[in-house]
């Protein structure tokens, strides 16, 4: 008789749970690994200038401490933005929730910012002064796609004791995306069908 040998391959990015809510399979994807993505980037600064009360006022700006924080139920990009003109300094915070989706027809967890707009403001001749508005998600824009709960195999033969042969289709179902503290989880089950 054959060994019958299921393979689920998961890249190293991903941790596997045997069961979880009675469901078979899981793919979990960890907030480190995301901002070790942004961290990576670099620096991320810019620089401008605007009129403000009829003087010229040139700045610069620069993306501080980039990162997503995954928490029960949201997942939030996060990131100070450091900006100066002369001695005058301010450091205004930009976030955005992370659209976050599971795509059972391609098996692909997606992941991307959305905008990402933070105003650029300083007090300058004691007054509030809004310089420019930067969007981030210019600098912070890829979708990460990765596989999902599927199997790679569609079916299994099985050689039954009387010589003939049984095949087993393989689906899944019942999908389940969970965002939980540190890490965003896809569960699914896995349904076995006789051909």
Known sequence: MKKLIFILIVGSLFSQDAKKDGQHVSVSINESMLNNFFQ?????????STKVLGKE????????DPKVVIEPGSATFKANVQIKSGKIKSTPKATSKLDISYVKEENLIKIKNKKIKVDLMLKIFGK???????DLSKYYKPTFEFPGPTLNQNNVEIEM???TKKVLNINTDNHNLVLEQGKITVFSDIIFSPQ
Do not use: E, F, R
């Open 40 to 48: 990576s980037i670099g620096d991320v600064s810019g620089q401008g």
């Open 57 to 64: 006022v040139k700045y610069n700006w620069k993306v501080i």
């Open 128 to 134: 509030k002064v809004k310089l420019a508005t930067v």
């Open 161 to 163: 004791p009387d010589g």
